[in-house]
C-alpha cells in the first residue's frame, strides 16, 4: 500500500506540499528515497528537518497542510504522503542511536516539556549543549500526553520521547515548578546561559455566564487529562467549535451510559467551524450530535440554556448576531466547555519577562523576550497552535539560543 502511494507521487519541482508544510517537509526527496528502497536514510531526513515528525504525521491537519495542496487534489485523490511519514519516523525512533556530539561547556534550560520543549531539547543537545528539561507534571508530553486524546495519539509514542531525551543526554527534572520553588534569577546564578520557555497554554478559558461554578461543568482542557475520573451521566453537553471541542466530544461518547447523547454546541454556522474537517467527519460517524447557530448563554442544574444567532453575509464576510428572542434550552447531565486556553503557572505570574494584554510571553519572531538570556516558543507566545507550527517556531529559536550562547 506504502508504494503505491509514493508511485502516485509526481516529485514536483516546485512542491506545493513542502511549501504549504509549516515546517517545510521535503517530501519528493523523502519520497525518492523511499522507492529506492533507502528507508533509513528519508527517516533521518525527517527527523534532521523536523523531531517530532512521528507525532506531526498522526495529528497534523493533513487537509490544510501537505495533503490539501497536492496537486493530484484538484481532480483525484491527493497522495498521502503522511502515512509514508508515519511508518519511516516509528522506525526510526524504535532503532534511533544518537550520533558522536561533542559537548560544550554550556548548560541551557528547557521549562516545559511539550512539542516545543521536546523539539528544543533535542536540538540543542544534537548542537552539543547541556539541556536540563523541567517539567511541572511527571511526564513528558504535555498537551501530547494530557491534551490529546490516546485514540487520535498513542501515548506510547509520546513515551518513545523519553527514550530518545535520555540517550542525547537530556536530564529530566520532573514535578518542578519554575516561579515557585525555583525563580528564572536562581537558574541564571547556577550557570544557566540560556533559559528558553515553553509552557504553553493549560489555562482554560472561561465563558463568564452564570453557572460556571456547579458541580456538572466542566473545562475541556482538565477533562481530557483524567477522563475517567469524571462521571458524565447520560446527557452530556459540549460547547466550542474547535479542534478541543471535538476531542472533548469524542472522548466523551465513549464514557457516557448507555444510550445517551453527546451534543456540540456551535455559534457559527458549520463551515466556520476552526476543527479540522476530518474530525467533524469521524465525529458525526460517532453518532455525535451537533447544533450550529446557537450561543450559550447561562448552564443551568439540568442544561444549556442558548440563544439563536443570525448569520448575515456581506461584502466583508459573515456577521453574527444573537436573537435573544429564540431561545432554546438543550438538556444535559453534564457540561464541558471547550472555548480555548490561555497561560497558567507561576513562571508566568513571577517572572520579569513581559508578557502581552492575554497574558502571553511577549516575543518576538526569533523567540528574544524582555529578559537576557530567556527565550521563549510555541503556544505560549503565539496562543493555541498546531503541533508543527509549534515545532517550526522552535527550530528558529534553535538557532538564535545557539548564535547568543556562542557570542555572550
Known amino acids: 500500500m506504502l508504494r503505491q502511494i509514493s508511485a502516485r507521487c509526481l516529485k514536483c519541482k516546485i512542491p506545493r506540499c513542502s511549501s504549504h508544510c509549516p515546517v517545510s517537509t521535503p517530501i519528493p526527496d523523502v519520497m525518492r528515497l523511499f522507492e529506492e528502497n533507502k528507508e533509513r536514510e528519508a ?20 487537509e490544510r497542510n501537505c495533503c490539501g495542496h497536492c496537486v493530484l487534489g484538484k481532480k483525484a485523490d491527493p497522495v498521502e504522503f503522511y502515512k509514508i511519514e508515519q511508518h519511516l519516523s516509528r522506525q526510526f525512533l524504535a ?48 498537551v501530547l500526553r494530557y491534551g490529546i486524546p490516546e485514540f487520535r495519539l498513542p501515548k506510547n509514542l509520546v513515551a518513545k520521547y523519553e527514550t530518545i531525551l535520555f540517550k542525547l543526554g537530556v536530564r529530566f527534572k520532573p514535578n518542578t515548578f519554575i516561579g515557585s520553588s525555583i525563580t528564572l534569577d536562581e537558574m541564571f546564578i547556577d550557570g544557566y546561559k540560556a533559559v528558553f520557555i515553553a509552557v504553553g497554554t493549560a489555562k482554560p478559558n472561561k465563558l463568564g455566564l452564570l453557572g460556571e461554578t456547579l458541580g456538572h461543568v466542566f473545562y475541556a482542557i482538565d477533562y481530557l487529562k483524567t477522563p475517567e475520573a469524571y462521571h458524565l451521566g447520560k446527557h452530556v453537553v459540549v460547547v466550542g467549535a474547535g479542534n478541543v471541542a471535538l476531542d472533548v466530544a469524542r472522548v466523551a ?7 445517551g447523547t453527546v451534543t456540540i454546541v456551535n455559534s457559527l454556522l458549520e463551515e466556520d467551524m476552526t476543527a479540522h474537517k476530518r474530525e467533524v467527519t469521524d465525529a458525526v460517524k460517532e453518532g455525535i450530535k ?49 472555548i480555548g486556553q490561555g497561560p497558567q503557572g507561576a513562571v508566568m505570574a513571577d517572572s520579569n519577562v513581559s508578557k502581552t494584554h492575554r497574558g502571553l510571553v511577549d516575543a518576538d519572531e526569533n ?29 528558529k529559536v534553535a538557532s538564535e539560543i545557539e548564535k547568543y550562547c556562542l557570542e555572550n
Open 95 to 142: 532503532e534511533y542511536e544518537p550520533p558522536a556530539i561533542k559537548k560544550k561547556n554550556i548548560h541551557i534550560a528547557v521549562i516545559g516539556s511539550g512539542p516545543a520543549g521536546i523539539t528544543m531539547s533535542i536540538l540543542l543537545s544534537l548542537k552539543g549543549f547541556h539541556v536540563t528539561l523541567m517539567e511541572a507534571r511527571d511526564k513528558i508530553g504535555g
Open 367 to 395: 523567540g528574544y523576550t524582555s529578559s537576557k538570556g530567556v527565550f521563549a516558543a510555541g503556544d505560549i507566545v503565539t496562543g493555541p497552535k498546531t503541533v508543527v507550527e509549534a515545532v517550526a517556531f522552535t527550530k
Open 290 to 338: 451537533f447544533v450550529h447557530l446557537l450561543q450559550a448563554v447561562k448552564l443551568d442544574h439540568d442544561g444549556v440554556k442558548c440563544v439563536a444567532v443570525k448569520a448575515e453575509k456581506t461584502e466583508k464576510g459573515i456577521v453574527y448576531e444573537e436573537d435573544f428572542k429564540r431561545v432554546r434550552k438543550i438538556p444535559a447531565d453534564s457540561i464541558i466547555l471547550a
Open 253 to 259: 461518547v465513549r464514557h457516557i451510559e448507555k444510550d
Open 43 to 62: 527517516a533521518e531526513i525527517l527527523f534532521a528537518n523536523n523531531p517530532l515528525s512521528a507525532i506531526c504525521s498522526v495529528v497534523c491537519p493533513h
